[in-house]
T-cell receptor, first 112, second 116 residues
Framework: RKEVEQDPGPFNVPEGATVAFNCTYS??????FFWYRQDCRKEPKLLMS???SGNEDGRFTAQLNRASQYISLLIRDSKLSDSATYLC?????????????FGKGTTLSVSS | EPEVTQTPSHQVTQMGQEVILRCVPI?????FYWYRQILGQKVEFLVS????????KSEIFDDQFSVERPDGSNFTLKIRSTKLEDSAMYFC??????????????FGPGTRLTVL
């Protein structure tokens, strides 16, 4: 089983739509969780960390279910500029200096 | 906003040659990382570095790879004898040492390595 799994998409949605991405991770000892965004041929950029209680940042909402080892990202009111690949990322512990494990990403295309 | 920088942006080399990829992490960060991404594939961890030592390395990071912090600002990845399969985007990242907080790593723009 892959350490971090995501639906590759692509998700093609119109502007203003709400879209949800899901991710599962295999290592139950994982401690930290993130969503990164990657534009074509660019570096991953941190979108948001995912906290146990769930958290929101503007149009973006992240949820974590440790029992199911499941992470989600909800994007409301999609913009053209949201078109990118969204990477689910897991860190095995809270300590700095440990590896981030990336999913392959889910591609989102928002059209007008 | 402080950022990680990398040079060169694109490196073309012949198989068997040595290459050095350079990174300048964010100035107050203490942990440094190298990742790679082969075209069309996921980002993969190579190595992390703290206090002039390797903290963790993946099975990809074999004897042909080495890392160094030659001075107070640069962090380098050396590939001793490049293979065709080393062709990839190489990302440097850095993070603060912040106990109890999330290990938020910030990535540089990458160096695209092409091995011919």
């Amino acid at each position: 089983r892959k350490e971090v799994e995501q639906d590759p998409g692509p998700f093609n949605v119109p502007e203003g739509a709400t879209v949800a991405f899901n991710c599962t991770y295999s290592n139950s000892a994982s401690q930290s969780f993130f969503w990164y965004r990657q534009d074509c041929r660019k570096e991953p950029k941190l979108l948001m960390s995912v906290y146990s209680s769930g958290n929101e940042d503007g149009r973006f909402t992240a949820q974590l279910n440790r029992a199911s080892q499941y992470i989600s990202l909800l994007i409301r009111d999609s913009k053209l500029s949201d078109s990118a690949t969204y990477l689910c990322v897991v860190n095995r512990n809270h300590q700095a200096g440990t590896a981030l494990i990336f999913g392959k990403g889910t591609t989102l295309s928002v059209s007008s | 906003e402080p950022e990680v920088t990398q040079t060169p942006s694109h490196q073309v080399t012949q198989m068997g040659q040595e290459v050095i990829l350079r990174c300048v992490p964010i100035s107050n960060h203490l942990y440094f990382y190298w990742y790679r991404q082969i075209l069309g594939q996921k980002v993969e961890f190579l190595v992390s570095f703290y206090n002039n030592e390797i903290s963790e390395k993946s099975e990809i990071f074999d004897d042909q790879f080495s890392v160094e912090r030659p001075d107070g600002s640069n962090f380098t990845l050396k590939i001793r004898s490049t293979k065709l399969e080393d062709s990839a985007m190489y990302f440097c990242a850095s993070s603060e040492r912040s106990l109890g907080a999330y290990n938020e790593q910030f990535f540089g723009p990458g160096t695209r390595l092409t091995v011919l």
